[in-house]
C-alpha cells in the first residue's frame, strides 16, 4: 500500500477541440513546476489527470500549492492497492483509524471493465464493510463522508482526502497581458482573473518616487511576490511617475488630474505591451466606485489607448471583490497604508463627466512622447519565480511504473 498524489485538471481544458493536446501539455508543465523541489516523480499521465508518487512530508507542502495552481481542478491524496477488495477493505481500514462520522458513501469508478465485480456490487460491498466497522449508516446524497474508489487495470486507488484546485486555465495559452497595478484591493485581483483564463500577466506599477515616499513601491512589489506564485514566473515593471504628474498638475485644470495621470499610465503601459508582445491591458476599475470611474470618465481615459483595456472586475461590488482579494492573498498587503501617485495634489472635487475636448486640449500642452521615454528610462524591472526555494533534497529519477486507461471524474 503506497500513499500518492492524484491531480485532476480543469474540465473546461477538455472542451478544446484539436488544440486540446497543447493545453493539456501546458496544464501538466504548470502542475510539475508547481511541485517543484518536493520531489514527486510522476507515476502515470491520463488525458485530464495525473499521479505522482510523493514522499509522506512533502503532503503539507504540495496541498498548500496544488490549492494555487492554474488549471487544476481538484487533487486527492490516494492509497494505491492491489486491484482486489481484500487489499481496498485493508486500505479503508487504516483509513478509517481515527475517523468518525455518521453517514457515509462509497463511490466505485472502474476504468478496467475486466474487474470481476460492477461498479455497484464493489460498492455494496465496502459500504458493508464501512457500515460493519464504523457503525455508521450509507446515504447516497449529502453524506458526511465519501469514499472514492478507482479500478485500474493493474490497480486500486482509494481516496484519502480530497480538496479543490482554483480551477482556470495554466499561464499563458491565452497570450499575455500588460497589468496596471496600484497597490490597492483592485487591481491584483483584476491582475488575477486575468491570469486564471490563462493570459500571462506583465504587471506595471506607477509610483510617486522621489516626489513622494517609496512605500507604494514596496506594497506592489510584495503584491507581486504573492500574485508570482499563480503564475510561476511574473514581471513587475516599476515606473516613476511623478514628472508626468508635476507636469500635469501645471498644465491642466485641476478637476482633470486624475483622468490625465489615467490616461498617461495607459499610454505608458502600453509602450511596455509593445516591448512584451501583449495584446492587450487590464485594470481594476469598478464601474461607479470612485470619480475616476463614471463610464463617463472611463469613456474619455479609454480613448488614449489603442490596445483593448480589460476590465474584469467592472460588474463587482466592493464586497465581492475583497472578498477574492482574501482568497488569493493579497488583501492583507493591499491594505497596509502607503503613499500611491494619486493622492498626489489630487483635487477635492475631481471631475466625474470628463469631456474628450478639455482633455485634449491640456494634453495638447504636454510633451507626450518626452514624458512616455523618460518615465520608461528610469523605470525599475524586477522579476519573480515561484516556487523558490527548494524544500526538500531532490531525489534521481524513477521511470513511471504505470500507464494505463482513462481516469476521470
Ligand atoms: P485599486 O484598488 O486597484 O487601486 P481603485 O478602486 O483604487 O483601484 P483607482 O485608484 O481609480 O481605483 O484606479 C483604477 C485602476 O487604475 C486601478 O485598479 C489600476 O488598475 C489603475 N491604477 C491606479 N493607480 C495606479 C498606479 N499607481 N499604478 C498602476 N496602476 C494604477
Ligand atoms: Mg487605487
Not at 513587475?236 to 485644470?253: C, D, G, M, T, Y
Request: aromatic residues 6%; proline residues 7%; positive net charge.
Amino acid at each position: 500500500m503506497e500513499t500518492l498524489l492524484l491531480v485532476n485538471l480543469f474540465h473546461e481544458l477538455a472542451l478544446k477541440g484539436g488544440n486540446r493536446p497543447f493545453f493539456l501539455k501546458r496544464a501538466k508543465a504548470h502542475v510539475k513546476r508547481a511541485l517543484k523541489g518536493l520531489r514527486a516523480q510522476l507515476e502515470a499521465a491520463w488525458p485530464m489527470a495525473l499521479l505522482f508518487h510523493l514522499p509522506e512530508e512533502a503532503w503539507p507542502e504540495a496541498k498548500e500549492r496544488l490549492q494555487d495552481t492554474l488549471g487544476v481542478e481538484g487533487f486527492a491524496r490516494v492509497l494505491r492497492t492491489p486491484p482486489d477488495l481484500k487489499a481496498l477493505e485493508a486500505a479503508l481500514e487504516r483509513v478509517l483509524e481515527g475517523e468518525r462520522f455518521l453517514s457515509f458513501r462509497i463511490t466505485a469508478k472502474r476504468s478496467d471493465k475486466t474487474f470481476p465485480l460492477t461498479s455497484p456490487e464493489l460498492e455494496r460491498l465496502l459500504g458493508a464493510f464501512v457500515k460493519e466497522r464504523t457503525g455508521a449508516r450509507v446515504q447516497l446524497k449529502g453524506a458526511e463522508r465519501e469514499f472514492v474508489v478507482r479500478i485500474l487495470p493493474h490497480a486500486a486507488l482509494l481516496e484519502v482526502e480530497r480538496h479543490p484546485g482554483p480551477g482556470g486555465l495554466p499561464p499563458g495559452v491565452s497570450g499575455k497581458v500588460v497589468a496596471l497595478l496600484s497597490g490597492g484591493i483592485d487591481s491584483p485581483v483584476a491582475a488575477y482573473r486575468l491570469m486564471r483564463r490563462g493570459a500571462e500577466v506583465v504587471l506595471v506599477h506607477f509610483h510617486p518616487f522621489p516626489l513622494l515616499s517609496g512605500q507604494s513601491r514596496e506594497k506592489a512589489k510584495a503584491i507581486a511576490e504573492r500574485l508570482a506564485r499563480f503564475q510561476h514566473r511574473l514581471t513587475l515593471h516599476l515606473v516613476p511617475f511623478s514628472e508626468v504628474q508635476r507636469e500635469i498638475i501645471l498644465k491642466a485644470p485641476k478637476a482633470y488630474r486624475v483622468v490625465l495621470y489615467r490616461r498617461y499610465m495607459l499610454r505608458i503601459a502600453e509602450a511596455i505591451a509593445k516591448e512584451e508582445g501583449a495584446l492587450a491591458l487590464c485594470t481594476g476599475d469598478s464601474l461607479g466606485q470612485v470619480a475616476s470611474q463614471t463610464l463617463e470618465n472611463l469613456h474619455v481615459v479609454n480613448q488614449a489607448a489603442t490596445l483593448p483595456v480589460f476590465r474584469p472586475l467592472i460588474g463587482f461590488d466592493k464586497v465581492e471583490i475583497k472578498a477574492q482579494a482574501e482568497r488569493i492573498g493579497t488583501y492583507p498587503i493591499s491594505i497596509l497604508p502607503d503613499e500611491e501617485c494619486c493622492i498626489l495634489f489630487a483635487p477635492k472635487h475631481p471631475v466625474t463627466r470628463a469631456q474628450l475636448s478639455v482633455v485634449l486640449e491640456a494634453e495638447s500642452r504636454l510633451d507626450a512622447e518626452a514624458l512616455i521615454a523618460l518615465a520608461l528610462e528610469d523605470r525599475e524591472v524586477v522579476r519573480y519565480t515561484w516556487p523558490g526555494q527548494k524544500t526538500l533534497p531532490e531525489a534521481s529519477e524513477r521511470p513511471p511504473i504505470m500507464g494505463h486507461g482513462p481516469l476521470n471524474g
